[in-house]
């Protein structure tokens, strides 16, 4: 693989508007072992990893991997290898128990309510659905990208009773509703990332009582020591219109510690805290903490 290949690559998963953190993740796995197995000089590998862990800098299950290669690589190519492999096997086998403890919670008659489009939420509604539960699920229309009118289509076509609702509806329904579930994008020190308008959600279920919960891996989670991070500006374009206005375009938020719910976890329902504490362990490598 050239550098232009391997840059090219990173371009893609940094533009990329339409996958979520779990699907680019699998992009960068595949992208490094393919270096690995091209014997890309060293000077090569690390430069793509560094550049993979800040292509998304909203994005936990990126950084870890690349952080995660890079003490690997330190020690020698096999080890860097079986990494990316165990971290990739890691990542959907926790995602597959994360997604059955949320379906878990879940009870027959609930009403729910979901931001943006998380895989590990839907394959939760799913499960649950498969075993007979019958819900209501609201679903926010998640602009600018509108992820949220995919899932509720698909939720939909599955027989789930699911209801699209503008972005701006959903402190009213939350209000209506028995849970809120929703993923997450990371888990710091500074709190939860996850999709523009989770923070106020997450702020209005605080107040009004409403159980939220954010399913999670720990490949979501970054070291205790990471600093908070900050999101590249988006294209003004996606919000389809025109001026002599200002634009500013962000896809994420990052709700504080103070407003947050549970978490569900492959090893279950975990405080912020609890979370940070079992997976937040990992030491960050130099050539991720300059520049």
Request: aromatic residues 8%.
């Given at each position: 693989?050239?550098?232009s290949?391997?840059?090219?690559?990173?371009?893609a998963?940094?533009?990329?508007?339409l996958?979520?953190?779990?699907?680019?993740?699998?992009?960068?796995?595949?992208?490094?072992?393919?270096?690995?197995?091209?014997?890309?000089?060293?000077?090569?590998?690390?430069?793509?990893?560094?550049?993979?862990?800040?292509?998304?800098?909203?994005?936990?299950?990126?950084?870890?991997?690349a952080?995660g290669?890079?003490?690997?690589?330190?020690?020698?190519?096999?080890?860097?290898?079986?990494?990316?492999r165990?971290?990739?096997?890691?990542?959907?086998?926790?995602?597959?128990?994360?997604?059955?403890?949320?379906?878990?919670?879940?009870?027959?008659?609930?009403?729910?309510?979901?931001?943006?489009?998380?895989?590990?939420?839907?394959?939760?509604?799913?499960?649950?659905?498969?075993?007979?539960?019958?819900?209501?699920?609201?679903?926010?229309?998640?602009?600018?990208?509108?992820?949220?009118?995919?899932?509720?289509?698909?939720?939909c076509?599955?027989?789930?009773?699911?209801?699209?609702?503008?972005?701006?509806?959903?402190?009213?329904?939350?209000?209506?509703?028995?849970?809120?579930?929703?993923?997450?994008?990371?888990?710091?020190?500074?709190?939860?990332?996850?999709?523009?308008?989770?923070?106020?959600?997450s702020?209005?279920?605080?107040?009004?009582?409403?159980?939220?919960?954010?399913?999670?891996?720990?490949?979501?989670?970054?070291?205790?020591?990471?600093?908070?991070?900050?999101?590249?500006?988006?294209?003004?374009?996606?919000?389809?219109v025109?001026?002599?206005?200002?634009?500013?375009?962000?896809?994420?938020?990052?709700?504080?510690?103070?407003?947050?719910?549970?978490?569900?976890?492959?090893?279950?329902?975990?405080?912020?805290?609890?979370?940070?504490?079992?997976?937040?362990?990992?030491?960050?490598?130099?050539?991720?903490?300059?520049?």
């Amino acid at each position: 693989m050239t550098p232009s290949e391997w840059r090219d690559l990173l371009d893609a998963i940094e533009r990329d508007a339409l996958h979520g953190a779990t699907w680019l993740t699998e992009k960068g796995a595949a992208l490094l072992l393919s270096m690995l197995q091209k014997d890309a000089p060293a000077e090569e590998l690390e430069t793509a990893a560094v550049s993979l862990a800040r292509a998304r800098p909203m994005m936990a299950s990126l950084f870890n991997l690349a952080n995660g290669f890079l003490w690997a690589w330190s020690r020698n190519k096999d080890m860097a290898a079986a990494f990316v492999r165990d971290y990739l096997a890691g990542l959907r086998g926790e995602g597959s128990a994360a997604a059955q403890k949320a379906a878990s919670i879940l009870r027959e008659g609930d009403t729910l309510l979901t931001h943006s489009a998380s895989s590990l939420v839907e394959k939760a509604l799913l499960q649950a659905h498969a075993e007979g539960k019958g819900f209501r699920v609201y679903c926010t229309e998640s602009r600018p990208k509108c992820e949220g009118m995919s899932l509720a289509k698909r939720l939909c076509e599955a027989g789930i009773d699911a209801t699209l609702i503008v972005d701006a509806a959903a402190g009213e329904v939350a209000r209506r509703c028995d849970k809120i579930l929703i993923g997450s994008d990371g888990i710091g020190s500074f709190g939860l990332v996850h999709k523009m308008g989770t923070m106020p959600l997450s702020c209005l279920a605080k107040s009004g009582g409403v159980p939220l919960y954010a399913v999670a891996t720990s490949q979501k989670v970054w070291p205790a020591a990471f600093a908070k991070p900050v999101e590249k500006e988006k294209d003004p374009k996606d919000l389809g219109v025109e001026g002599c206005f200002d634009v500013e375009n962000r896809y994420f938020d990052i709700t504080p510690p103070e407003w947050l719910g549970r978490f569900l976890t492959a090893e279950g329902e975990m405080t912020w805290e609890g979370v940070l504490k079992r997976y937040g362990r990992e030491a960050i490598h130099p050539l991720l903490i300059s520049g």
